[in-house]
C-alpha cells in the first residue's frame, strides 16, 4: 500500500485557494491519502445522493459538489486514455429526496435533474425514491432515461406510461457493450431490490422472479462476455444479489462479476467468490467509489495501440482477475491528489459551469437563508442517546414540548411518539438555514392523534416498539426512507452484529484507535470482506451510538403531589400523538396490547403542521444568532 503525504498541502489551506465547489462550501483540509488502485478496467460509482449534488458546505471532507466531480471523472478519463485502460462510470439510484436543492423546488427537483444529467454516466438505475410518488417516477421515464439513454436499466421495473396507459419497461432490461480501449465485452444489468412501497404506476417485480424470465436466461448464457455488470439498487448482502449471482454462476461458472450496490448508505465491498466481488459507496455524496478489476480476458476488438503486452501491462492474461477497491472523500483535497492536479489545472470548464448552475439554482431557492444559529453541534449517531449533543434528546426535551399542541386540545396531557427515523441528518453548530431543515427532516410527515388513551395502555407503547416486539417495527433498511442510518459507520454485517450482540448502548467504533489518531481528522474508517485499507483518506475512527426505533415525548402532564418522588402524576387519559408516518404500527403495537383502536379513532392533529415546519419555527424562535 502507498500512502502519499501531501505535499501541496501549505499551499491547500490557504483560504481561497481551492474554491471551486459551492462558494460557501467548507475548504477541504489536507490528510494522509491512499493511491487509487488503477487497473485494466476501472469504475467510479455514486449512490444514494439524495439530492445533496451541492456538497456538504459544512463538511470539508465532504464539500465537492456535482461540477467538481464531473471535472474529476473527465481528468480520470483523461489519464485512462492515456493508460490505455477504461474508466466507466455507474451510479445506484436514490438521486432525490434529503436535501433542499431536490426538495425546496416547486415542482421538486426543477433544479437537480438537469444538473445531475450534466455528468456522463455509462450505467444506472433506479431507487425506491424515484418511486414513491407518480410524479418522481414519471421525472424518470420523462427526464432521467432520457438524459441516459442506452445507459438507464430496468431488469425488473415497469411504469404505466401515463399518457397510453400501457405497462412497459421503465428503461431497457440490460445492455451489452464492448469497451473503448481494453475491448472489454461486458453484459450490464439494472436491478432494484425486492420494493414494494411504490405508488402503483410502477411494478416492481421480484428479483427471484425476474432471473427465471426468458430474456434473462437468454443474456446470461452469451459466450461472447468477459464480465457480468451488475448494478443494484440493493445492498450487497441480501437475497437478491445472493440469486443473482447463483444464477449467472449457474450458466457461466469463471466469467468474472462485478457488482455495484446501494440503498443502506454505508461503504462495504463483498467478496461472493474468487472472480465476484461487488462495492456499495456510501451515501449523500459523500463518497465516490473507486473500482478496478485487472487480468479480465479481451474478446473484443481492443486497440491495437494497447495490444502490446509491453506497452500495457494491464493487458496480459492472468488466471484470476484481481479487484481492487477505493472509497474517495469526496472533497477538492482528494480529487486534486488523485488526478495530479491543482486549483488552477484540475477543473474542466463543463465542471465549472455545472458548480454555478447550483450556486445558481441555490440562490433561487434562497437555501442559505438562515433561520437561527444552533449552539453546538447535535448529532444523529455520533453522540449516546440521551445526552445533550444527542439530536434525538433536543427534538424530545426541547422542540416538541414547545411546538405540539392543539389549541381544542390544550388542556389534555398528551404522549407524543416519533420515529427516529424521522430526523435524517446532524445539525452542525452554526447557521440553520432553509437547507438545513430540508437535510435533517425532508419528510412532508404531519401529525395525527387517538383521543383518550388510557394512559394505562399509552404508557407501554414505547417499549412495544422499541423493545418488546421491535419486528413489528418494519425490516430496518427497506423501511422507506425514516430508517435511523448511522451517519458514518463500518460494513452492514459488522455493525448489525455489534448492534445486535450489544444490550445496551455501546459506541461501534474502534476500541483502541492508532496511536497518530491526534494528527488525523475523524472519519470513515471502514472494515470490509478486503480488510481496513479502502478508505482513502486516512481518519481517526468515530464513535457511533445506537438510536432506539422511537422516541416519546410527555406533555402537559399534571404535576405530581408534594411528597411524591416522581415529576408528574399519572392521568386517567392521554391524547396519543404520533408521526403520520408511523400510523400503521402504532394501531398494530395498539392491538398488541389487546386494544382494538383502528384508523377510524384516529384524527389530524394540528392541522397543515409538518415536522419540518415545526422544526424551523422552534429555531426561529430559541436560536439566535
Ligand atoms: C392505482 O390506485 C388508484 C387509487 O388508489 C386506482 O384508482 C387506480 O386504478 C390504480 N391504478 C392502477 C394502474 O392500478
Ligand atoms: C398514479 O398513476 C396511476 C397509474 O396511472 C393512477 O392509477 C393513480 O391514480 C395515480 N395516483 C395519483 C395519486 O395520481
Ligand atoms: C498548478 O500546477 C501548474 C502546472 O504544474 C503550475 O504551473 C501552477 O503554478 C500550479 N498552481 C498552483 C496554484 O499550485
Ligand atoms: C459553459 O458555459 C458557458 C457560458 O454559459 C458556455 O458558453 C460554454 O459553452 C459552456 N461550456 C461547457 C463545456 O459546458
Given at each position: 500500500m502507498i500512502i502519499r503525504y501531501p505535499y501541496g498541502a501549505l499551499a491547500l489551506t490557504i483560504p481561497g485557494a481551492v474554491l471551486a465547489a459551492q462558494p460557501s462550501a467548507a475548504p477541504p483540509i489536507s490528510a494522509p491519502l491512499r493511491e487509487l488502485p488503477w487497473g485494466q478496467l476501472n469504475f467510479l460509482h455514486t449512490t444514494d445522493t439524495h439530492g445533496w449534488h451541492a456538497g456538504h458546505l459544512q463538511e470539508p471532507s465532504f464539500s465537492a459538489d456535482w461540477g467538481d466531480y464531473i471535472s474529476f471523472a473527465t481528468r480520470l478519463h483523461e489519464?485512462?486514455?492515456?493508460?490505455?485502460?477504461?474508466?466507466?462510470?455507474?451510479?445506484?439510484?436514490?438521486?432525490?429526496?434529503?436535501?433542499?436543492?431536490?426538495?425546496?423546488?416547486?415542482?421538486?427537483?426543477?433544479?437537480?435533474?438537469?444538473?445531475?444529467?450534466?455528468?456522463?454516466?455509462?450505467?444506472?438505475?433506479?431507487?425506491?425514491?424515484?418511486?414513491?410518488?407518480?410524479?418522481?417516477?414519471?421525472?424518470?421515464?420523462?427526464?432521467?432515461?432520457?438524459?441516459?439513454?442506452g445507459n438507464y436499466l430496468a431488469s425488473n421495473l415497469d411504469i404505466f406510461d401515463p399518457k397510453t396507459g400501457k405497462q412497459q419497461p421503465l428503461a431497457q432490461r440490460f445492455k451489452k457493450?464492448?469497451?473503448?480501449?481494453?475491448?472489454?465485452?461486458?453484459?450490464?444489468?439494472?436491478?432494484?431490490?425486492?420494493?414494494?412501497?411504490?405508488?402503483?404506476?410502477?411494478?416492481?417485480?421480484?428479483?427471484?422472479?425476474?432471473?427465471?424470465?426468458?430474456?434473462?436466461?437468454?443474456?446470461?448464457?452469451?459466450?461472447?462476455?468477459?464480465?457480468?455488470?451488475?448494478?443494484?439498487?440493493?445492498?450487497?448482502?441480501?437475497?437478491?444479489?445472493?440469486?443473482?449471482?447463483?444464477?449467472?454462476?449457474?450458466?457461466?461458472?469463471?466469467?468474472?462479476?462485478?457488482?455495484?450496490?446501494?440503498?443502506?448508505?454505508?461503504?462495504?465491498?463483498?467478496?461472493?467468490?474468487?472472480?465476484?466481488?461487488?462495492?456499495?459507496?456510501?451515501?449523500?455524496?459523500?463518497?465516490?467509489?473507486?473500482m478496478s478489476v485487472t487480468g479480465l480476458y479481451t474478446g473484443g476488438k481492443s486497440n491495437p495501440k494497447y495490444m502490446d503486452a509491453a506497452a500495457a501491462p494491464h493487458v496480459a492474461r492472468m488466471d484470476l482477475p484481481t479487484f481492487s477497491r477505493r472509497y474517495i472523500d469526496s472533497n477538492l483535497f482528494s480529487f486534486h491528489q488523485h488526478t495530479d492536479l491543482n486549483a488552477t489545472t484540475f477543473p474542466t470548464e463543463h465542471g465549472r459551469n455545472v458548480s454555478s448552475m447550483i450556486a445558481s439554482a441555490r440562490e433561487a431557492l434562497k437555501l442559505d437563508k438562515t433561520y437561527g444559529c444552533a449552539p453546538r453541534d447535535y448529532w444523529t449517531n455520533r453522540a449516546p442517546y440521551p445526552s445533550k449533543n444527542s439530536i434525538f434528546s433536543w427534538l424530545q426535551d426541547e422542540v416538541l414540548p414547545d411546538m405540539v399542541l392543539e389549541v381544542g386540545r390544550a388542556d389534555k396531557p398528551r404522549i407524543v411518539l416519533a420515529n427516529t427515523g424521522a430526523i435524517r441528518f446532524d445539525i452542525f453548530k452554526g447557521p440553520f438555514t432553509v437547507d438545513t431543515t430540508y437535510t435533517v427532516s425532508p419528510f412532508t410527515s404531519g401529525l395525527r392523534y387517538i383521543r383518550d388513551v388510557p394512559f394505562s395502555v399509552a404508557k407501554r407503547l414505547l417499549q412495544i416498539i422499541n423493545q418488546e416486539v421491535p419486528q413489528l417495527w418494519p425490516a430496518s433498511q427497506s423501511f422507506a426512507f425514516k430508517t435511523p442510518v448511522p451517519s458514518i459507520q463500518a460494513s452492514t454485517h459488522q455493525v448489525d452484529e455489534q448492534l445486535f450482540l450489544a444490550s445496551e448502548q455501546m459506541p461501534l467504533g474502534k476500541e483502541h484507535p492508532p496511536d497518530h489518531v491526534a494528527e488525523l481528522t475523524p472519519g470513515y474508517t471502514t472494515t470490509d470482506d478486503a480488510g481496513s485499507d479502502g478508505d482513502d483518506t486516512i481518519h481517526a475512527p468515530i464513535k457511533f451510538y445506537r438510536v432506539p426505533n422511537a422516541l416519546e415525548s410527555r406533555i402537559g402532564f399534571p404535576p405530581a403531589a408534594r411528597e411524591d418522588s416522581k415529576e408528574y402524576a399519572d392521568p386517567v387519559s392521554v391524547d396519543l400523538v404520533y408521526v403520520d408516518f408511523i400510523e400503521n404500527y402504532i394501531l398494530l403495537a395498539l392491538k398488541f396490547l389487546g386494544t382494538d383502536y383502528a384508523e377510524r379513532d384516529t384524527d389530524v392533529y394540528m392541522e397543515g403542521k409538518e415536522m419540518t415546519g415545526l422544526i424551523a419555527e422552534w429555531v426561529q424562535e430559541h436560536w439566535k444568532c
Open positions: 489519464k485512462a486514455d492515456e493508460e490505455g485502460v477504461d474508466l466507466l462510470l455507474v451510479d445506484t439510484g436514490d438521486r432525490i429526496e434529503g436535501n433542499g436543492l431536490y426538495d425546496a423546488s416547486e415542482p421538486k427537483g426543477k433544479y437537480t435533474l438537469k444538473i445531475f444529467g450534466e455528468q456522463g454516466i455509462d450505467v444506472i438505475c433506479s431507487g425506491n425514491h424515484e418511486l414513491y410518488k407518480n410524479t418522481s417516477s414519471e421525472d424518470e421515464y420523462y427526464e432521467t432515461v432520457p438524459s441516459f439513454r457493450f464492448t469497451t473503448k480501449n481494453q475491448g472489454i465485452r461486458v453484459l450490464a444489468f439494472g436491478f432494484l431490490f425486492n420494493f414494494r412501497g411504490n405508488s402503483n404506476n410502477t411494478i416492481v417485480q421480484r428479483v427471484q422472479e425476474t432471473i427465471k424470465e426468458k430474456w434473462f436466461q437468454q443474456a446470461i448464457r452469451d459466450r461472447e462476455i468477459d464480465l457480468f455488470l451488475v448494478i443494484g439498487h440493493v445492498s450487497l448482502r441480501t437475497q437478491e444479489f445472493a440469486s443473482i449471482f447463483k444464477a449467472i454462476r449457474e450458466q457461466q461458472w469463471d466469467v468474472p462479476i462485478q457488482f455495484f450496490a446501494g440503498h443502506t448508505h454505508i461503504r462495504d465491498y463483498a467478496k461472493y467468490d474468487s472472480k465476484a466481488y461487488g462495492l456499495e459507496s456510501g451515501r449523500y455524496m459523500e463518497t465516490i467509489g473507486f
